[in-house]
């Protein structure tokens, strides 16, 4: 395994909510990411981390913000959740350091919004 | 047209034979690739990575680029019913020009194997 952790596993809740995912790693690796994967689309990425404070927007960026305070967390948050956005998110992490290295995903975290 | 695409199968083949996964890519300027598995509802995991023409071979894998034709290819040999999944081809492009540098997932191929 990667190390990596994404909190919570699972979630449901309600349209216009606030949702915070979390990805945690502990492999000091530089690079972190989060995707959603809905079918006939694939993995889309939302935005990804460069390093500390260090972020940029991915294909599907609306309705997303993202922070990363400390090297080993990536936080992705839902400011006013829609259910266009229930889906499963995926963090990944890059071992090397630039950007055209292998990516490890975690365990992914299924987030339903009612 | 997709950037990176994929037929969705599903692939059928029996235990034992070589299982040939294909994917095209619009982008000339990609410059690496990469396969991933991905059980149903789990995580995508890396099995192998490209960077030059030719074929890369990694026990029952081998991974075939061809640039000139836009496409990557993964083979599976003695495939094994633990071998049925989705597997995703990514490809990466990195724009100097300050856009995002980011891999494209293709949706996916469904491979079945039969036992």
């Known amino acids: 395994d990667a190390g990596i952790t994404q909190s919570p596993r699972h979630k449901v809740t309600e349209t216009g909510t606030p949702v915070t995912l979390r990805c945690h790693q502990t492999e000091n690796h530089r690079y972190m990411y989060w995707y959603r994967q809905d079918p006939g689309h694939g993995l889309r990425l939302i935005h990804y981390s460069y390093g500390v404070k260090d972020t940029d927007k991915g294909e599907v960026s609306d309705g997303y913000s993202v922070s990363r305070s400390k090297t080993e967390d990536f936080l992705l948050t839902l400011e006013s959740a829609t259910s266009s956005q229930t889906s499963v998110y995926f963090c990944?992490?890059?071992?090397?350091?630039?950007?055209?290295?292998?990516?490890?995903f975690g365990d992914g975290t299924r987030l339903s919004i009612l | 047209q997709k950037e990176v695409e994929q037929n969705s199968g599903p692939l059928s083949v029996p235990e034992g034979a070589i299982a040939s996964l294909n994917c095209t890519y619009s982008d000339r300027g990609s410059q690496s690739f990469f396969w991933y598995r991905q059980y149903s509802g789990k995580s995508p995991e890396l099995i192998m990575f490209i960077y030059s023409n030719g074929d890369k071979e990694d026990g029952r894998f081998t991974a075939q680029l061809n640039k000139a034709s836009q496409y990557v290819s993964l083979l599976i040999r003695d495939s094994q019913p633990s071998d049925s999944a989705t597997y995703l081809c990514a490809v990466f492009h990195m724009n100097y020009g300050g856009a995002t540098n980011k891999l494209i997932f293709g949706t996916g191929t469904l491979l079945a194997v039969q036992p």
């Open positions: 990944a992490i890059s071992p090397g350091t630039a950007l055209n290295q292998p990516q490890h």
